[in-house]
């Protein structure tokens, strides 16, 4: 089935340093999903790439969605201590007729020093 | 618009016990799913549905039954609960022309 892998696990920085997520998939993507999950809380959608090589941002918060649609990356300038939280990629795929199934990586903690 | 409505928040069972969690949306959404969430092991899809009346397996649904008879109400059923049925559940949501999905606020339950 499909596979979505997501490194690091987990990033401790320094408050103001930089961090970057990579995700990369099995198969290629309809859209890429990034979502954030503070400690205790529920996952809360953040972007959806849909076009190969699509670059958005968001504040300090850069996504990219590779060429062949199976990676994709999030990077935030100068962390925040409300950075805190695990990140997720989250592929979707046509799965027969109209349905789409999204997979999740398994995310990255991120913990920032202040 | 109280979004997508989980309920109970907690819940403890004993092994061989059935439940049923509820999970409620009021934004028409076309698009409903179920997860669990285990430490290292990210959100794993369930069940999912695309619209009232029709659903199908996600990657892990073994132990559990859904149906969609309604738009607005997407219940997961334990058949019969086991310890490794101990996790977080989150039901989201999304609409056929919106981008991503709306989660609940999750059902942390234990099975002893």
């Known amino acids: 089935g499909q596979q979505v892998m997501q490194i690091p696990q987990y990033q401790h920085v320094q408050e103001g340093e930089d961090f970057t997520t990579y995700c990369n998939s099995s198969t290629t993507l309809s859209n890429i999903q990034w979502y954030k999950q503070r400690p205790g809380g529920h996952p809360v959608f953040l972007i959806q790439l849909v076009k190969s090589g699509e670059v958005k941002k968001q504040k300090r918060l850069t996504f990219q969605f590779g060429e062949a649609k199976k990676n994709s990356s999030l990077h935030i300038t100068a962390t925040q201590t409300t950075d805190v939280g695990t990140y997720f990629c989250?592929?979707?795929?046509?799965?027969?007729?109209?349905?789409?199934?999204?997979?999740f990586g398994k995310g990255t903690l991120l913990t920032v020093n202040p | 618009n109280a979004g997508v409505t989980q309920t109970p928040k907690f819940q403890v069972l004993k092994t061989g016990q059935s439940m049923t969690l509820q999970c409620a949306q009021d934004m028409n959404h076309e698009y409903m799913s179920w997860y669990r969430q285990d430490p290292g092991m990210g959100l794993r899809l369930i069940h999912y549905s695309v619209g009232a009346g029709i659903t199908d397996q996600g990657e892990v649904p073994n132990g559990y039954n859904v149906s969609r008879s309604t738009t607005e109400d997407f219940p997961l059923r334990l058949l019969s609960a086991a310890p490794s049925q101990t996790s977080v559940y989150f039901c989201?949501?999304?609409?056929?022309?919106?981008?991503?999905?709306?989660f609940g606020s999750g059902t942390r339950l234990t099975v002893v």
């Open positions: 989250a592929g979707e795929r046509q799965s027969g007729g109209s349905n789409y199934k999204l997979t």
């Open positions: 989201a949501s999304k609409g056929q022309f919106n981008y991503g999905y709306t």
